[in-house]
């Protein structure tokens, strides 16, 4: 991760810094086999997968690998009646080195298992690898008699099944579980987070926090041009550093500087900086000047508006300070930088 940027706004522009400016060596590359099952919850394997397929854009080299694999066929029908074609059945996985292997269920998938679920379960477990279950998918560990001993999160449909058929299971009572080798979680919604959390297992908060700020920027009632997820979601946000953030936000194409700020936020400069290095890390320049930038990039990406008017609309008088300070934070000139997304 370069070091150009300091404050929160670093987790949302990781994945546009320049890769030939990263440093940060590459992890080996995690395998993740998703075993469809015929009705599975398309919107459980989605936020699973999305998590890993963006953590790959955070780096030069990919992180992780996906298989989609078929438990019974080439070709599994989702839960919203959307095919989906796969890279293997189950029957061909059986030699293959996986790191997490993840049983996809949904609502209407039959609770019934099979001898090849059951034997590439246990033989996948004596492997060493973690297994996993999406909505009611840990029922095919339970009935594999790899899932005792461990916490798990299920369905809320299928927790009297489990508490009966399985005594061995300790069931949770949260919406996702990772205990030790075996992770799970009960629904849709708790998938992004259950594999957020498994990604922090071999990155830093930091990186986690990046993946987060791309695909959980809608969890709160209120979404900004820039936001940060972290001060967003914070109730402890003193007022005065929300209406100091605010002014910064709504100021973005004429800057204040930062004594307006403090006046208007009825506090002193002194204070303003403290309330910044608490919750932001940064001072309240280097934050402002870092969300003027990353307002620009945005533009750069999504807008065909030339370079002078993305300067002048993020609050650059002059195109060469604006070239200048783009360059610092990015590594790269902004034409090059909008030629190398949009190629």
Same mark, same amino acid.
């Given at each position: 991760m370069s070091a150009s940027f300091k404050s929160l706004l670093k987790r949302k522009n990781m994945a546009h810094l320049n890769a030939e400016e990263d440093s940060r060596p590459c992890p080996a590359v995690r395998r993740v086999a998703f075993v469809l099952l015929d009705n599975f919850s398309l919107m459980a394997f989605a936020g699973a997968v999305d998590a890993l397929v963006t953590a790959n854009l955070m780096t030069r080299e990919p992180l992780v690998e996906v298989l989609v694999v078929g438990a019974t066929s080439d070709l599994v029908v989702s839960d919203l009646g959307t095919s989906i074609s796969t890279d293997c059945q189950l029957s061909g996985l059986q030699e293959q080195r996986l790191d997490l292997l993840i049983m996809c269920g949904g609502f209407r998938v039959r609770l019934q298992s099979s001898p090849l679920i059951r034997s590439t379960l246990r033989s996948?477990?004596?492997?060493?690898?973690? =297994?996993?279950?999406?909505? #009611?998918?840990?029922?095919?560990?339970?009935?594999?008699?790899?899932?005792?001993?461990?916490?798990?999160?299920?369905?809320?449909? /299928?927790?009297?099944?489990?508490?009966?058929?399985? *005594?061995?299971?300790?069931?949770?009572?949260?919406s996702y579980v990772l205990d030790r080798k075996r992770i799970s979680c009960a629904g849709a919604n708790s998938s992004l987070s259950m594999m957020l959390d498994w990604l922090r297992r071999d990155h830093d $908060?930091?990186?986690?926090?990046?993946?987060?700020?791309?695909? #959980?920027?809608?969890?709160?009632?209120?979404?900004?041009?820039?936001?940060? =997820?972290?001060?967003?979601?914070? *109730?402890?946000?003193?007022?005065?550093?929300?209406?100091?953030?605010?002014?910064?936000?709504? #100021?973005?194409?004429? *800057?204040?500087?930062?004594?307006?700020?403090?006046?208007?936020?009825?506090?002193?400069?002194? $204070?303003?900086?403290?309330?910044?290095?608490? %919750?932001?890390?940064?001072?309240?320049?280097? %934050? %402002?000047?870092?969300?003027?930038?990353? %307002?620009?990039?945005?533009?750069? $990406?999504?807008? #065909?508006? /030339?370079?002078?008017?993305?300067?002048?609309?993020?609050?650059?008088?002059s195109i060469t300070h604006f070239r200048h300070c783009f360059r610092q934070f990015f590594h790269v000139a902004p034409a090059k930088f909008r030629r190398q997304r949009q190629s």
């Open positions: 996948f477990d004596a492997a060493g690898t973690t =297994l996993g279950g999406l909505w #009611n998918g840990s029922f095919f560990l339970a009935d594999a008699g790899v899932l005792d001993g461990h916490d798990c999160a299920i369905h809320p449909d /299928s927790r009297a099944m489990l508490i009966e058929s399985f *005594p061995g299971v300790r069931l949770s009572r949260h $908060q930091s990186f986690v926090d990046a993946i987060e700020e791309i695909l #959980n920027c809608d969890k709160t009632q209120e979404v900004m041009d820039v936001s940060v =997820l972290s001060l967003d979601r914070d *109730p402890t946000l003193p007022q005065a550093l929300k209406l100091a953030l605010e002014l910064m936000h709504n #100021n973005i194409d004429e *800057p204040l500087s930062v004594d307006e700020i403090a006046r208007w936020v009825n506090i002193s400069r002194r $204070q303003l900086e403290r309330l910044f290095s608490r %919750y932001v890390d940064a001072s309240p320049s280097r %934050y %402002y000047i870092e969300l003027r930038v990353t %307002y620009a990039r945005q533009l750069l $990406q999504q807008t #065909n508006k /030339s370079i002078a008017d993305i300067a002048v609309a993020s609050g650059f008088t």
